[in-house]
């Protein structure tokens, strides 16, 4: 049976090479049954022929908001009421601009900011375009604005490189489609998650502290995923410039301290709890009352360990609940993440290593290893944080 039978979507498709693609996604959609209108942009249209687009989606499709030989108008606001799903792949660095600013000045752009549907993107464009921070805060943007993303993925690219900024294949935008459209329970309908992350901040003196490179950005998006398959989400933030995911209920704090006494305060009631955040190891003994001066300083920093979060919520860890600790390491670090994994009572351990590249704090990608309380071991190869997290929940929810 189609799986997409009586479904209204409309497929925008911007100005990039991958705009080919979209053509293959577009005729999947139609062999499940949607019925898929087609906004171009002008520039997409000089990649891909119209004609093409129109035999396969058996509907004209609309690239301005008139139609130059008969006027008639294209109306937005009814497009973007009457879709039941917006997709835009490939998106473009350009149009994702436009979209993070809520620009309108084009006829997709105009139906985005109408759409009262759930909206869809999947960014096509070179890794170094995909990586600059401009890109990434207008993607954070968006999806803190509620879009959902799909990769994008690592392989070779149009400019002759290869990295981060492949579009997904059109088979995995259209598996993407058919789970939004599941009326079935999501993975974590109606449980509790509790999701740590960032870095934590430990006070030298009123202006000075000892923190980490940590993003927040694995934590941020194991939130965002757990968020869209139904759970409850709690997430327990370090300082970070991240804005907080659709749905998600989140805590700020700074010390570790703080994060102790808030992730102690939450977690016996959760039933899932992913600790991502990098909490600092020691904090200073004593820290000044006023800012330390220089010629006042005596060349030492005494410090003191900081309370095992980890550690303290496993020695409580109701039966029902699965903990996933967080392990960063320098070397491979196989041997100290099965200490770590059974001696503070994890359930799962995840492991990525700063050996491997592309993995670890501030990126955009990550390459980890999962570790099983029973023995079990999954590796996921370096992908986006985004698709990490899924591979990340999927995985322990399966085997839990």
């Not at 809520?102 to 890794?127: E, F, H, K, W």
């Not at 994994?341 to 993995?359: E, F, I, M, P, W």
């Not at 990126?363 to 099983?372: E, K, L, P, R």
Request: charged share 20%; net charge negative.
């Amino acid at each position: 049976m189609a799986r997409l039978n009586n479904k209204r979507i409309v497929l925008g498709i911007t100005g990039g090479i991958a705009a080919y693609k979209s053509a293959i996604l577009l005729r999947l959609l139609r062999q499940e049954g949607a019925d898929v209108q087609v906004i171009c942009t002008e520039q997409a249209a000089s990649f891909i022929g119209i004609k093409t687009l129109a035999a396969l989606s058996g509907n004209p499709v609309l690239q301005e908001f008139s139609d130059a030989q008969t006027g008639a108008w294209h109306n937005h606001v009814e497009l973007g009421n009457d879709a039941d799903l917006l997709i835009i792949a490939p998106l473009t660095a350009h149009t994702m601009s436009k979209m993070a600013q809520g620009q309108c000045d084009n006829l997709l752009t105009a139906v985005y900011l109408s759409a009262r549907c759930p909206v869809m993107i999947s960014p096509a464009m070179d890794l170094d375009m995909y990586a600059h921070p401009a890109v990434q805060r207008n993607m954070q943007c968006l999806r803190a604005d509620g879009c959902m993303v799909i990769g994008p993925e690592e392989g070779a690219l149009a400019s002759g490189l290869s990295g981060l900024g492949r579009m997904s294949e059109p088979e995995s935008i259209l598996e993407a489609v058919c789970a939004q459209f599941n009326n079935g329970p999501k993975m974590l309908h109606g449980r509790q998650v509790m999701v740590s992350a960032g870095p934590t901040y430990e006070a030298i003196d009123p202006v000075r502290f000892i923190s980490n490179h940590s993003s927040g950005k694995m934590g941020y998006a194991l939130a965002a995923f757990c968020a869209s398959q139904g759970a409850s989400v709690t997430l327990i933030s370090g300082p970070v410039h991240l804005p907080c995911p659709s749905g998600v209920q989140r805590i700020m704090v700074k010390s570790a301290a703080e994060m102790h006494q808030a992730c102690l305060d939450s977690c016996t009631a959760q039933d899932f709890i992913f600790m991502a955040a990098a909490v600092a190891d020691f904090t200073p003994a004593e820290p000044a009352e006023g800012k330390i001066k220089k010629h006042q300083a005596s060349g030492q920093l005494l410090l003191k360990p900081t309370r095992d979060i980890l550690a303290d919520m496993g020695a409580v860890k109701p039966a029902r609940q699965t903990l996933v600790g967080f392990a960063l390491e320098t070397e491979t670090g196989t041997d100290q993440a099965l200490d770590k994994l059974h001696r503070k009572n994890c359930d799962y351990l995840v492991l990525n290593s700063l050996q491997h590249h592309g993995a670890g704090f501030g990126g955009d990608t990550n390459q980890v290893s999962i570790f099983a309380r029973d023995g079990r071991k999954k590796e996921l190869p370096l992908a986006s944080k985004t698709e990490i997290a899924q591979s990340i929940v999927e995985w322990i929810c399966l085997n839990s």
